[in-house]
């Protein structure tokens, strides 16, 4: 591959291929910044094709969120904006390139990821592809691994592998779920537990379902299908049916579990916000030896009944102080989701914020 360089390295005659057409984002230098035009040439032009994305997505994904222009024809790609803009499209472009050439699929979510750490570490202009792909945390797995794509969600990597107790806490689409399930997979397949237990309030979110048929299981699931996606997506699914039929995977409703000591087993509870006050204390009072705990949930999507206090953030504030506990708080700008669901939820954020104003005036 080509590194990036002034005009004078622009080849002649691109190699021959179908031209994409200028895409035509807005971008602007601002008054401090200096024009600067790149141009790299990735020598395999099938990959290079799946690094731009179907249409080009994954270049306009770049030109929005870095304020440059990107503008490909066959397996070169020219990149126009300022200085820090352009060597950080660079720095991602490379990075995914490389993860092409491993044979990695990438997504959009993965060009997104790359962008986030970029943009976190500041100017890249001194940028090694090596030392970057250290910056944030991973989960090892058989299948695949499993890397942080913002900040936040390498926190909650560090957390889920310091401490015993960990709590996510934040809005939807942040990965929360996904990664806790992620680190439980990765302790199970290194027999560092013996066991995956879930479990989850079963609570309707505003809807009365009335009786669901079936056993325990099949009235259980409906509930619960967030974390078999994320199993199955973590997983071999031949691999996931063995363990539920052996028991290595468990699925435990929250209001079973009293009564239980959960040793050598990774347990998760997800939904936690939906827990009252003695749910949770009852279920983080089931640890045992050897064992890691992890809560997720979202305090402000509570659909408990009347005015019960979610067991979430009252556990949140009694204990987020307490040694061998980790507390990891998402935001907004944390959604990994569509780009849409993040300013979905600042706009929600911002309403109620507003209506607290109102209500303290």
């Keep these: 591959m080509r590194r990036p360089g002034s005009d004078r390295d622009r080849p002649d005659r691109p190699a021959p291929g179908p031209a994409r ?14 024009p600067t035009h790149v141009v790299l040439a990735f020598d395999d032009n099938q990959l290079a094709t799946q ?17 440059v222009k990107a503008d490909s024809r066959g397996n070169h790609v020219t990149l126009e904006g300022g200085q820090e803009g352009c060597e950080q499209a660079r720095a991602v472009l490379e990075h995914l390139y490389d993860a092409l050439k491993k044979g990695r699929d990438i997504s959009q979510g993965d060009v997104d990821g790359a962008i986030r750490e970029v943009t976190s570490q500041g100017s890249l202009f001194d940028f ?5 792909r250290q910056t944030f945390d991973e989960i090892q797995l ?16 560090r957390a889920l592998k310091r401490h015993t107790l960990v709590f996510g806490v934040g809005p939807a ?23 995956i237990i879930l479990s989850r309030p079963a609570v309707e979110a505003g809807e009365r379902l009335g009786f669901l048929p079936g056993d325990m299981k099949d009235k259980v699931d409906p509930y619960l ?13 031949p691999f996931v049916e063995r363990a539920l039929q052996s028991g290595e995977i468990e699925i435990a409703p929250l209001a079973f579990m009293r009564g239980r000591t959960l040793s050598n087993a990774a347990v998760i509870l997800d939904e936690a916000q939906n827990a009252t006050s003695m749910q949770m204390k009852m279920f983080l009072t089931r640890l045992g030896e050897n ?6 949930g979202d305090p402000s999507q509570t659909d408990l009944p009347g005015a019960q206090t979610s067991g979430l953030a009252e556990a949140v504030g009694l204990l987020g102080n307490v040694e061998g506990v980790g507390v990891c708080t998402f935001k907004a ?29």
Excluded: C
Aim: proline share 4%; no cysteine.
């Design 128 to 132: 090694d592809p090596a030392a970057q």
């Design 142 to 157: 058989r299948r695949r691994p499993v890397r942080a794509r913002t900040p936040a969600q390498d926190a909650y990597i």
């Design 51 to 67: 690094l731009f994305g179907h249409y080009g997505r994954n270049l306009a994904l770049l030109e929005r969120k870095l304020g």
């Design 173 to 195: 689409g942040t990965g929360k779920t996904w990664l806790a399930v992620a680190y439980a997979v990765h302790l199970l397949e290194r027999r560092m537990v013996d066991r």
């Design 291 to 296: 064992s890691h705990m992890i809560v997720t």
């Design 225 to 237: 299908r967030p974390i078999y996606d994320a199993l199955y997506d973590l997983m071999d699914r």
């Design 333 to 361: 700008e944390d959604v990994v989701r569509h780009e849409l669901v993040g300013r979905i939820v600042a706009a929600y954020e911002q309403a109620g914020a507003q209506r607290s104003l109102r209500a303290e005036g």
């Design 21 to 34: 057409a200028a895409v035509t984002a807005p971008w602007a230098l601002r008054e401090d910044e200096t």
